[in-house]
Nanobody
Framework: QVQLVESGGGLVQAGGSLRLSCAAS????????MAWFRQAPRKEREFVAI????????HYADSVKGRFTISRDNAENMVYLQMNSLKFEDTAVYLC???????????????WGRGTQVTVSS
């Protein structure tokens, strides 16, 4: 397993941008597929984006496609989520997660960060 710590959340106006970061500890970081999920109050955890271990493949939820970009730096053990054109409905706690297989289901991830709050004002 890897330990994950998110940062970069905050309050932003609709239409604005934020860049989230996820710092991973562990020597085997580069073998994991890395993903971002989000969870709004009284809602289930929702898949946002995933990138494979090498960075050659990505997949996004339809709700964020074209606005969000996931990236990673294996040399620095970092994963990022660039969020542009933010909407009120993007408000949630954003969590970083690691999985050994390619999946968009939360149950497939065995390492999670505690999350960072993103609040978009309308």
């Amino acid at each position: 397993q890897v330990q994950l710590v998110e940062s970069g959340g905050g309050l932003v106006q609709a239409g604005g941008s934020l860049r989230l970061s996820c710092a991973a500890s562990g020597r085997t970081f580069n073998i994991y597929n890395m993903a971002w999920f989000r969870q709004a109050p009284r809602k289930e955890r929702e898949f946002v984006a995933i990138m494979n271990w090498s960075g050659s493949s990505t997949h996004y939820a339809d709700s964020v496609k074209g606005r969000f970009t996931i990236s990673r730096d294996n040399a620095e053990n970092m994963v990022y989520l660039q969020m542009n054109s933010l909407k009120f409905e993007d408000t949630a706690v954003y969590l970083c997660a690691a999985a050994s297989r390619w999946t968009t289901g939360a149950n497939g991830f065995n390492s999670w960060g505690r999350g960072t709050q993103v609040t978009v004002s309308s």
